[in-house]
């Protein structure tokens, strides 16, 4: 059999081979070269490194909505997912931005999509990039707005709690008036006056305390702060009316416990902690408190009582300005409902958290947890920085 005509067999299906290669190849350099240019249309120099240095939320968007950039705040806020915008709202403002001449903004509440948190106060602002994509940008406003929520109900609480000391001073004075000629009654209208005007200042000290742990920089000047030092002088405050009513304040350990943080301020905090148990505790009983350093790094400051216990319905808003268990023995007491928040602000302050065991008559036991401190590298209160 003759093999003479496979040789132009074979060099035509090579150059039909050849041909197709070159066909392919072209074609991925034109698709290559189209992507480029859609990218340089998309985001133009410096849009996206832009995006990349952003502190707050910014990402754009292509004709289909699709999210071309996003900024690492976008997506911590959850304003984008993949690849689509994860709020209708904003996708509504997106379209009303590519029909405006400039840009356009709203302030808008969105619910949050990973946690179960109150939603975002966000103000949103989209404009055109271009003439195919838009650039959208949002700042958080969430906690201006929780900030002014607190400020709002923490007014109106002031008003409510300090229009009753104050009307009792101006009724006292005036029955004190009307009753000069009765010396009994003087002085039973002078022992009112003087409890009213104690309860008054209480609670205005609580308030300028309460505002100064609020303050931007409460720990200006962190010193080594030792535990026991604390429960002491938390002790030594609270003796005289313990002693008065025959209850006994009982403290265990606590040895080389050090914190970092204001001894004064952590003072306050058990101190508030103690107060509570002695007004809370019935005559001739037993107030434990005891320290303690766990494995895990964490000195444990533990105050307990033998009082009535607080129900677990009353437990969550223990710790809220101005709420009381008992409102009535509040009063008697002089409580101003603002030592447990005070309490929480301190630790919170100190990088630490607290926590509630309670029983109903059974008594409470109250928790500060604080990082353990580091002594070397944390200056000792007095020494130079």
């Known amino acids: 059999m003759s093999s003479s005509w496979l040789v132009p067999v074979a060099l035509a299906f090579g150059v039909l081979v050849g041909a197709g290669i070159v066909v392919l190849v072209v074609y991925a350099v034109g698709v290559g070269r189209r992507a480029r240019r859609l990218g340089d249309v998309s985001l133009p120099e410096g849009v996206g490194a832009v995006l990349d240095t952003l502190d707050s939320a910014g990402f754009v968007v292509d004709p289909s909505n699709n999210v071309q950039k996003a900024s690492s705040a976008a997506l911590a806020l959850g304003l984008v997912a993949g690849q689509q915008i994860a709020h209708l709202e904003v996708v509504e403002l997106v379209e009303k931005a590519r ?79 009307e009753a000069a000629d009765e010396p009994d009654q003087v002085r039973y209208f002078a022992g009112s006056l003087t409890r009213e005007s104690l309860r008054l200042g209480r609670l205005t000290q609580d308030i300028i305390e309460l505002s100064r742990l609020q ?20 002790v030594d405050r609270n003796r005289v009316e313990a002693e008065a009513r025959s209850i006994e304040i009982v403290t265990r350990g606590g040895k080389h416990a050090t914190v970092v943080g204001d001894e004064d301020m952590l ?8 107060a509570n148990a002695v007004h809370y505790s019935p005559d001739g009983s037993r107030i434990g408190i005891g320290a303690t350093v766990t494995e895990s ?11 009535d216990g607080i129900a677990e319905a009353e437990r969550e808003r223990i710790f809220e300005r101005f709420y009381r268990v008992d409102p009535a023995r509040s009063r008697r007491t002089g409580g101003t409902g603002l030592g447990l928040a005070i309490v929480k602000h301190v630790v919170q302050n100190h990088g630490g958290d607290i926590r509630l065991w309670s ?19 944390v200056p000792v209160r007095g020494d130079s920085e």
Do not use: W
């Open 215 to 234: 303050a931007a920089d409460p720990l200006s000047g962190p010193s080594l702060v030792d535990v026991r030092a604390v429960i002491r002088t938390a």
């Open 297 to 307: 790094g964490y000195v444990e400051i533990a105050v307990t009582d033998q009082g």
């Open 99 to 177: 029909l405006a001449e400039g840009a356009v903004s709203t302030e808008m509440s969105l619910a949050r999509t990973e946690r179960d948190e109150t939603d975002l106060r966000m103000l949103v602002r989209a404009s055109r990039l271009g003439s195919r994509y838009v650039l959208v940008l949002a700042e958080d406003h969430t906690e201006t707005h929780r900030l002014e929520e607190v400020r709002r109900d923490f007014v109106a609480n002031i008003s409510h709690e300090l229009k009753t000391p104050i009307g009792a001073v101006g009724l006292l004075a005036e029955a004190l008036a």
């Open 359 to 377: 029983q109903v008559g059974s008594g409470s036991t109250f928790t500060i947890r604080l990082p353990e401190a580091s002594t070397a590298t």
């Open 267 to 274: 003072a306050v905090a058990v101190h508030n902690l103690v």
